[in-house]
């Protein structure tokens, strides 16, 4: 049997990130936002409804569940958020007319969604950057497992301000 | 030498932050008018004010769901009715500091921005503050990917 062949001591793995030095931030807020994951800030569980769901049903859900938008599921996947805004700019002032109409009609179709692995800057920037004020949070397979309101991501703010 | 988000937030003012030219309508409007002022102008509430341009009340866009739910023909009331009549103010040389604290504290979207006689300034709320802090940390902010159709034709607005 061959002897075993041991690297000189010259031919030890070199780890390449020996050297690395993790970034350092100046701000304890900079810092959660490029190391906390979305999963610290999203809500669970999700308000969900389907796309041949009335509009007054789903009016009728988010003021029930006091909640500003509902998920929108077909088969498993995300297809679009109903929230406030769409009663507002889609739905009040033609209610009675619509109100019996499926809310696959009226949501915010493809709407922007962030991985749950994504970090919390990504919530931040459907917010700030986007103007969505609902973030949802979605797995690989386009399966809501939470949202992002701006209510969880003042308390996010509040909790990493003073570090 | 740039100081920490809080320290800012503590020492700059609500005048500071890019406020919102808020809806105004009449005491005697109804919520259809209100409605089509907030569409128009791509704002989620409604601002009455009195003679002297204090605020009375505020009308959010999340009432305007209570409201459809229970009754489809609400639009038609008159606005005064559904007024939201305590609703939280900040001055707008209060410290950034005081508009988290109102946030937090009161639950609400939207803060009313008041000059130091108590009248209308502005409007300011989460989204403000998400802007504000997102042009603190451009380098975290405003490089994501973000998936789904992120680049809407119209921004969702306040």
């Keep these: 049997m061959p002897e075993k062949q041991v690297p000189a001591e ?3 793995f070199q780890d390449p990130l020996q050297n690395y ?3 350092e931030y100046s701000d304890p807020l900079e810092k959660a936002l490029a190391e906390k994951s979305v999963a610290e800030i999203q809500f669970r569980p999700v308000a969900v409804a389907t796309p041949d769901t009335p509009i007054h049903k789903a009016v009728e859900q988010l003021a029930s569940l006091q909640v500003a938008s509902l998920l929108i599921e077909e088969d498993g996947r995300l297809v679009g958020v109903f929230s406030d805004r769409d009663v507002l700019e889609k739905v009040a002032l033609g209610y009675e007319q619509l ?6 009609e009226v949501m ?7 991985y749950e692995s994504d970090s919390s800057a990504a919530a931040l ?8 004020r609902h973030v949802p949070v979605i797995d690989v397979k386009h399966k809501a497992l939470g949202i992002i309101s701006p209510q969880r991501v003042t308390a996010f703010l509040r909790k990493h301000l003073n570090g | 030498m740039k100081m920490g988000l809080y320290e800012n937030m503590r020492t700059e003012t609500v005048g500071r932050l890019a406020l919102r030219d808020p809806v105004v309508v009449q005491e005697n409007a109804t919520i259809r008018d209100a409605v089509t002022a907030m569409r128009k102008n791509k704002l989620g509430c409604a601002i009455v004010l009195d003679r002297n341009r204090v605020p009375q009340g505020l009308f959010p866009e999340s009432e305007l769901t209570q409201l459809l739910s229970k009754n489809s023909a609400v639009v038609n009331e008159p606005i005064s009715k559904h007024l939201k009549k305590d609703w939280p103010t900040v001055k707008i040389t209060d410290p950034i500091a005081r508009v988290l604290d109102a946030l937090e504290s009161r ?3 939207f803060l009313i921005v008041v000059n130091e006689d108590g009248q209308l300034a502005g409007l300011t709320g989460q989204k403000g503050l998400m802007e504000y802090v997102a042009e603190h940390f451009p380098g975290q902010v405003n490089v994501q990917r973000i998936g789904g159709n992120p680049y809407p034709v119209d921004r969702e607005g306040a």
């Design chain 1, 125 to 132: 920037c459907v917010m700030a950057v986007l103007g969505f």
């Design chain 1, 21 to 23: 030095e993790p970034k």
């Design chain 1, 10 to 12: 010259s031919e030890d």
């Design chain 1, 99 to 104: 109100k019996d109409n499926p809310v696959s």
């Design chain 2, 107 to 109: 639950n609400v979207r």
């Design chain 1, 108 to 114: 915010t179709k493809d709407p922007a969604f962030v």
